[in-house]
């Protein structure tokens, strides 16, 4: 129960904290590590986007999100990674 809670916890605060994580590996990171965050930013930029959605309409705002907007967040972002994957903007 408290690994899995741990787990849970951790992998929200590293989606959360992925455009710092991303803008310091690719200004002063190895190329492994600018590969990674590649990988992460393309598989998990979605989810950064919506847990931020989230937070700033709950905490912020103080108003109730709309599951339609969350869903466009994740279709959206997903189709802009692709967009630039096969546009070449991200290569690996």
Known sequence: MI??????????????LLPV???????????????????AFCALGPFCLDFWYLIVTHLVVRRQSSY??????FVLGYSGVFFLLKSGMVRF
């Open 21 to 39: 994580a991303c803008f310091a590996a690719w200004g002063w990171g190895s190329p492994d590590e600018k590969w990674l965050m590649k990988v």
């Open 68 to 73: 339609l907007v969350q869903f466009m967040i």
């Open 3 to 16: 690994r899995s809670l741990m787990n849970f916890l951790a992998f929200n605060a590293f989606v959360l």
